[in-house]
């Protein structure tokens, strides 16, 4: 793997050596790791999510070094540089037609997804469904056993390389035509109702308590989650701006399903 590495920061600092038969065989084998599962772009430590950026280097690099090919799917032809993931039945994973995962993706046993798409450098967990027309974007990080609903929009992350991309954590359930983007993280068993927004600079407010808590960036555990506006001044105004909302908690339950259900319920949260 440091051998691996090595090529790759070589590669990167100087890019005419990706024409050379090595270093393309290393941009290849990062991939193929990251398609396998083996490698990620970020991962859980003790101290929150950590980058890999030479991983992300190596997703990056992939791109001029493949050719543009046809791809022949049945009567549909697609003309790309990546190819599309197969074998699903091997890999345990149920694929409705129009689902699409690119290769350099993961996909662990037991995700569903139904006709969706997945991007290059993307980790989704077991049990998890990308619900209908939902997108995972490159590099984003999807934990087991989360919701996203139809037309979800987890965004992509490739650049700047030291930047986390987006991250849903465990058990979390994402509301249809939310958009999650700018690598903001979702903490796990968080619920975000229909059309919630969440970008680096949204303001996410707790009011359920006497004062309101703001946070940028990260929607806490267990939040439940709705849209919202707050009145903000300009040289022309005041204007409402969007924001999300923190209306409640999810219970900690052993039983997830009947926790969210209880969420959903108590809060009259539109998914």
């Not at 697609?78 to 996909?107: C, N, Q, T, W």
């Not at 290059?120 to 056993?145: F, L, P």
Request: include cysteine; charge should be neutral; hydrophobic fraction near 40%.
């Amino acid at each position: 793997m440091e051998n691996l590495r090595n090529k790759i920061e070589q590669a990167w600092d100087n890019r005419s050596l990706i024409k050379e038969k090595e270093y393309k065989e290393a941009i290849r084998e990062v991939v193929a790791l990251l398609d396998k599962g083996k490698v990620r772009v970020a991962e859980p430590t003790a101290n929150g999510w950590k980058a890999n950026e030479w991983i992300k280097k190596a997703v990056v690099l992939y791109f001029p070094i493949q050719e543009m090919n046809t791809i022949e799917v049945g009567p549909f032809e697609f003309h790309d540089k990546i190819p599309l993931k197969k074998d699903y039945k091997e890999m345990g994973v149920r694929v409705v037609p129009h689902a699409i995962a690119r290769h350099g993706s993961f996909l662990e046993p037991g995700v569903i997804m139904m006709p969706s798409y997945v991007n290059i450098g993307a980790y989704v967990g077991s049990g998890t469904m990308v619900d209908t027309w939902a997108t995972v974007g490159s590099c984003a990080q999807i934990g087991r056993n989360v919701h996203l609903s139809g037309g979800v929009g987890i965004g992509g992350v490739l650049e700047p390389l030291q930047a986390t991309p987006t991250i849903i954590e465990d058990d979390c359930f994402i509301g249809s035509r939310c958009i999650v983007v700018e690598g903001a993280i979702i903490e796990k068993e968080a619920v975000l109702g229909a059309n919630v927004v969440i970008t680096r600079s949204t303001r996410i407010i707790d009011v359920t308590g006497n004062e309101p808590v703001t946070y940028k960036g990260k929607v806490p555990a267990r939040s439940v989650v709705i849209p919202g506006t707050y009145t903000k001044q300009f040289p022309a105004g005041e204007y409402q701006v969007s924001c999300a909302l923190i209306i409640g908690q999810r219970k900690e339950s052993t039983d997830k399903k009947v926790s969210l259900n209880e969420a959903l319920r108590d809060h009259s949260v539109a998914v």
